[in-house]
């Protein structure tokens, strides 16, 4: 937050995201937790908000998706979607940590207009 001229106190607009999360079936619900908090903990050390988050259910896919750094594919997926407020800069640490996540199949950050 800032001070404008008149002495009042503005504190900084951040434009709000969706994050889509997908991770395997079979894994643990603790491990699916502890993904959902890293992506938290980026948001509120940056100066945001989580403002929901919800797990959408398990779906099947199209086609087998390839498990990132280790074997075998996998068929279905959880969906998580991850609502919050950040600062745009704090965008690109999330891409870094979700990518370095071996629970996390594919993800998809979109900023609402």
Same mark, same amino acid.
Not at 2 to 21: A, C, D, H, R
Not at 40 to 55: D, F, H, I, S, Y
Not at 70 to 90: I, L, Q
């Given at each position: 937050?800032? &001070?404008?001229t /008149?002495?009042? +106190? ?10 889509? #999360?997908?991770?395997? &079936?079979?894994?643990? !619900?603790? *491990?699916? !937790?502890?993904s #959902?908090?890293?992506?938290a =903990?980026?948001v509120l050390?940056?100066?945001g908000? %989580?403002? +929901? %988050? ?6 099947y896919?199209c086609?087998?998706? *390839?498990?990132?750094? @280790?074997?075998?594919? %996998?068929? !279905?997926? $959880?969906? #998580?979607? #991850? $609502?919050?407020?950040? *600062?745009s800069e704090a965008? *690109?640490?999330?891409? =870094?940590i979700? @990518?370095?996540?071996?629970? %996390?199949?594919? /993800?998809?950050?979109? +900023?609402? =207009?």
């Amino acid at each position: 937050s800032t &001070q404008s001229t /008149w002495g009042l +106190k503005i504190t900084e607009i951040m434009p709000l995201y969706n994050m889509f #999360v997908i991770m395997p &079936q079979q894994l643990m !619900a603790a *491990k699916m !937790a502890h993904s #959902v908090k890293r992506i938290a =903990q980026v948001v509120l050390n940056n100066g945001g908000t %989580v403002r +929901k %988050v919800e797990n959408t259910g398990e779906r099947y896919f199209c086609y087998e998706m *390839k498990r990132r750094r @280790s074997r075998g594919s %996998v068929t !279905a997926g $959880h969906y #998580v979607n #991850v $609502h919050f407020d950040v *600062k745009s800069e704090a965008i *690109k640490e999330l891409d =870094q940590i979700i @990518s370095s996540d071996v629970n %996390v199949l594919r /993800w998809a950050t979109f +900023k609402v =207009q």
